[in-house]
């Protein structure tokens, strides 16, 4: 079982920036998958990046790519979520998720087993 908090979230200008954090207690294994996602009103919700726990090249959505960066800090159990160059359209709830097997695409959210409870990134324009 693994538990997972997000926090940073808040309100920022457009062009501003955020950093989240997902603190994550319980069993991790190296294998594991850590993943970010997000969902506006009214909408699906959409991958942003996910990165493995033992580390190795992360995988971004094509509308984050260049802005967002995923990293991990495996002393503290946190996976963190640099978020630059921010624009309304990145205005959603972002959660964190743990995917435990190597199979099953990284980019979607029914291949993730644990979810924590999301924090809101407003966007102004």
């Known amino acids: 079982q693994v538990q997972l908090v997000e926090s940073g979230g808040g309100l920022v200008q457009a062009g501003g920036s955020l950093r989240l954090s997902c603190a994550a207690s319980g069993v991790i294994f190296e294998s594991y998958t850590m993943g970010w996602f997000r969902q506006a009103p009214g909408k699906e919700r959409e991958f942003v990046a996910a990165?493995?726990?033992?580390?190795?090249?992360?995988l971004y959505a094509d509308s984050v790519k260049g802005r967002f960066t995923i990293s991990r800090d495996s002393a503290k159990n946190v996976v963190y979520l640099q978020m630059n160059s921010l624009k309304p359209e990145d205005t959603a709830s972002y959660y964190c998720a743990t995917k435990r097997a190597l199979y099953g695409s990284s980019g979607e959210s029914r291949s993730y087993d644990y979810w924590g409870q999301g924090t809101q990134v407003t966007v102004s324009s």
């Open positions: 990165v493995l726990w033992s580390g190795g090249r992360p």
